[in-house]
């Protein structure tokens, strides 16, 4: 009878839940410990394949010996008493429950995945398996908080912690304290050995201080994660040796939910799908979830999504996994959850433990790898990867089985970013380097969300596919060695962020983005703990870059900074900059001391990349911070030239103070000190090594469109003391140049190779009205087009004079001493405002 209405409650809350038995589900139930329940009349013995009819339902009441191998295609309940089941592999046809989510299971259960023969194939899955072909997976610990945070700064040495939520927690437990500095191998595991209120005492003292208080207004209070639950699923001790631990995998048809659970020992070295917790291909699965579990010791992966959506990823805690923690991994998975997660110490694969890259971006691996923007990802937290935080690492179309060209990730809107925190990695947030189509390395990847995705003929046409804008809302970082925050693509916009002690705060290598009501801290109250090889601050401060320089002593050569000006049209508008100043550093031994530069606004630097000379700074705030850092670049010595390594964006540096809290001149520019963009009217600021000047800037595209590679490339400008840009052509096209200028001033231009047949020069990043003078060597009859690739008919036609040429709106060119002249004026034009002209040496234009 108890069976009998155990049945029946199965199906209704399983009805309840949005879920069905199997056709053909249990009409019968038993206990695995009584023989009348088997139909060999024997209670299953050590090692066999044991299977479960589908007419059978099993309540296990007994922890029985190892088997082979166990095939549930009726329904295998366990008791409620401390139980465990050991087997090589487990596969659910049927239905599999270790409690329900309306009755948590709340004593002891243990699932042991044993099989080590990595040749075994058990229907697609290998073995060491929990799979789920088809059938219903319920797995429900007793529900606890999944993490917390530390309520007060813990120092080296200490056992004991106070934290701000310990509710639920126990003696006994084991738990990891995240790394609050740069190095995620700070992370420490503990045993809880005594309780009082929030405050718990450790097994062992802490081998590192974590820090855990609010500093300058940015939280860098380190996380808590608990790791004990009283629901196991483990690989066998032998896991540990060779990597081979067990995973659990859903195919198309199943349903698997799992809360309150802890995987250990889980996910098979070096393997691929072959992962702790996997929805592989299912499909549209909304109601199903992993939830308020632990996963730890993985050696591969933590949680994968796969063709999959609609999946609830919700306050797990994951620790020490190798390669991208949680995973959504063709680009293909829409629609999913991923809310208050914890990832701590996400590791790249070491060869010298045997492991391999299961992808190629796996060398830098991400806590959260997200492929499709269209997932919610809301108040989680990467604390600690060897690579990187949050990475969108989306792919031009999906990969894999999910291969289509009908989805573009990388023209989808962005679904939900916020309130996530990133701190103890190298990279916080990319948004960038996607996986190639074909070899998944790591690619370029512009982000440019449009209306149409699809419309790939427009994807760049703003009146007909207009953009969205993606917003990356309330993000906090801090404590990492490369960027808190980098963006490529259009229409970004970075909203709330709070980052700190970061190398370099943000880079947008974007268009038409911004960061907006920011705060951005250089040196926090978070010292941290330099090892011992590290240079630090007089101080004694950890630092993002601690290590020797060939070029300086040590980091001189690296000054930190919180906005990075690049590409553009970029800037930022009402953001507070916190604690920017130069750093006396020096090693255990008072060595090599010398200064660690900072700036709250600087450049990528020594790009070879155009930057935009629209770039903006608006609402600037400045608090114990040098407002501008521009490191020296010096000119391209004649070796550099001879070599073509003199490409060089960033000796063109300019951004415009619209409304003077930067510099104190409203509409002012801020240049790099190089003399080829100022003269006497530009105010000096050495501090910075820039200078304000209040001219309007440009940017001059020389190419050669008729193939010759020419090179280097002088530009000089026609006045005062006549300065000189020299640069070779970009690392990738040897036939492009690229020079910020002022505007309406004449330039001359030379190529130490002579100019190409056909020559196009473009003026952009400027306003309607706006023109350059240009000369270059030239006899004969030039054929001037007016972009011709637009409109072959616009052809310049000879000025009657200099001063009509000078007066003209840029159709006509002009002659005089074996120099051809030649106006570049802006004009607004379907949607299009920049002036191109094409010369030719013949009629190579016609």
């Not at 639950?229 to 990597?243: F, K, L, T, W, Y």
């Not at 800037?571 to 010398?594: K, M």
Request: hydrophobic share 35%.
């Amino acid at each position: 009878m108890r069976n009998l209405l155990w049945s029946v409650f199965l199906l209704l809350a399983a009805g309840c839940a949005g879920q069905s038995e199997p056709p053909g589900g249990p009409q019968r139930w038993g206990a695995w410990s009584d023989p009348r329940t088997w139909p060999s009349g024997q209670v299953p013995r050590a090692n066999e394949v044991v299977n479960i009819p589908p007419d059978l339902g099993v309540v296990l009441d007994v922890s029985p010996p190892p088997l082979r191998g166990l095939n549930i295609y009726g329904a295998l309940r366990f008791d409620r008493k401390d139980l465990e089941l050991s087997a090589d592999w487990i596969m659910v046809h049927g239905r599999l429950e270790v409690g329900t989510p309306q009755e948590p299971f709340r004593q002891r259960a243990v699932i042991t995945l044993t099989g080590n023969n990595p040749e075994e194939d058990q229907m697609g899955m290998g073995t060491k398996v929990l799979g789920v072909m088809g059938g219903v997976l319920e797995l429900h610990g007793e529900p606890r908080p999944g993490w917390t945070k530390l309520a007060q700064s813990a120092p080296r040495g200490a056992r004991e912690i106070a934290v701000l939520n310990a509710s639920g927690w126990r003696v006994g437990d084991r738990i990891v304290l995240a790394s609050t500095d740069y190095d995620p191998r700070q992370a420490e595991v503990r045993t809880i050995v005594a309780i009082s209120g929030n405050t718990l005492t450790l097994d062992r003292p802490l081998e590192f201080p974590h820090f855990g208080e609010v500093t300058f207004g940015v939280d860098q209070r380190g996380e808590v994660g608990l790791l004990s639950r009283n629901v196991v699923v483990q690989g066998d001790e032998a896991s540990a040796i060779n990597g081979f631990g067990g995973h659990i995998m859903a195919m198309m048809g199943s349903s698997m939910r799992i809360s309150g659970v802890e995987l250990r020992r889980m996910g098979q070295r070096n393997r691929l799908a072959r992962y702790p917790v996997h929805w592989h291909l299912v499909g549209e699965a909304r109601g199903q979830y992993i939830k308020h579990t632990s996963i730890h010791e993985s050696f591969n992966r933590c949680i994968t999504i796969h063709g999959t959506s609609g999946v609830e990823v919700v306050g797990n805690v994951a620790y020490n996994a190798v390669g991208h923690c949680y995973f959504l991994e063709d680009g293909a998975e829409t629609q999913n959850l991923l809310e208050g997660n914890l990832g701590l110490l996400t590791r790249r694969p070491e060869a010298s433990r045997g492991e391999q890259p299961v992808i190629p971006t796996d060398r830098t691996p991400a806590t959260f790898w997200i492929t499709h923007p269209a997932n919610t990802v809301r108040n989680n937290v990467a604390a600690g990867s060897d690579g990187i935080g949050f990475w969108y690492a989306l792919p031009e179309n999906p990969t894999g089985p999910s291969a289509t060209t009908t989805i573009w990730p990388r023209r989808t809107p962005l679904g939900e970013f916020s309130g996530n925190v990133s701190h103890s990695s190298w990279d916080g947030l990319m948004v960038d380097r996607g996986p190639n189509r074909d070899t998944l390395e790591a690619e370029s990847a512009v982000y440019n969300p449009r209306t149409r995705p699809a419309d790939t003929q427009n994807q760049y046409n703003d009146a007909l596919n207009p953009p969205v804008v993606a917003e990356f809302k309330n993000f906090t970082a801090y404590k990492h060695r490369g960027n808190a925050i980098w963006l490529r693509g259009l229409n970004h916009k970075v909203t709330g962020a709070r980052l700190a002690d970061n190398a370099i705060g943000v880079t947008f290598a974007s268009r038409a983005t911004t960061l907006e009501d920011s705060l951005i801290v250089g040196d926090s109250a978070n010292k941290g703990f330099p090892r011992d090889w590290e240079f630090r601050g007089a101080d004694g401060r950890s630092l993002p870059r601690p290590w020797a320089s060939s070029a300086g002593p040590i980091q001189d050569n690296f000054p930190i900074r919180g906005f990075e000006f690049y590409d553009g049209k970029v800037g930022f508008r009402n953001v507070e900059f916190v604690n920017f100043q130069p750093l006396e550093i020096h090693n255990a031994q008072g060595a090599h001391r010398t200064i660690r530069e900072a700036g709250a606004l600087s450049y990528l630097r020594f790009t070879s990349f155009d930057i935009d000379s629209r770039n903006f700074a608006e609402r600037a705030r400045f608090t114990n911070a040098k407002a501008v850092y521009l490191p020296p670049r010096p000119e391209p010595t004649p070796e550099e030239l001879s070599r073509g390594q003199s490409a060089d964006g960033y000796r063109g540096s300019v951004f415009v103070d619209l409304d003077g809290s930067v510099s104190g001149r409203q509409g002012h520019a801020v240049v790099l000190n190089n003399p080829f963009l100022w003269d006497t009217g530009c105010e000096a600021r050495a501090e910075w090594n820039a200078r304000i000047c209040g001219y309007g800037y440009a940017r001059l595209h020389i190419r050669s469109e008729s193939g010759e590679n020419i090179g280097p490339v002088s530009l000089t400008r026609e006045d005062g003391g006549r300065p000189v840009f020299r640069m070779w052509g970009a690392p990738n096209d040897p036939r492009f140049f690229g020079a910020t200028v002022i505007k309406g001033r004449t330039y001359t231009l030379e190529a130490s190779g002579g100019l190409p047949r056909r020559l196009r020069l473009r003026l952009e990043d400027s306003e309607p009205g706006d023109f350059v003078y240009v000369t270059v060597p030239y006899s004969g009859e030039p054929y001037i087009y007016r972009d011709y690739w637009i409109d072959n008919r616009n052809r310049l036609a000879r000025a009657a004079s200099r001063a009509e040429f000078e007066a003209s709106s840029g159709d006509r060119y002009w002659t005089e001493g074996g120099r051809l002249y030649l106006k570049l004026r802006v004009k607004s034009e379907a949607g299009r405002e920049w002036a191109v002209l094409d010369v030719c040496s013949s009629d190579l234009c016609r």
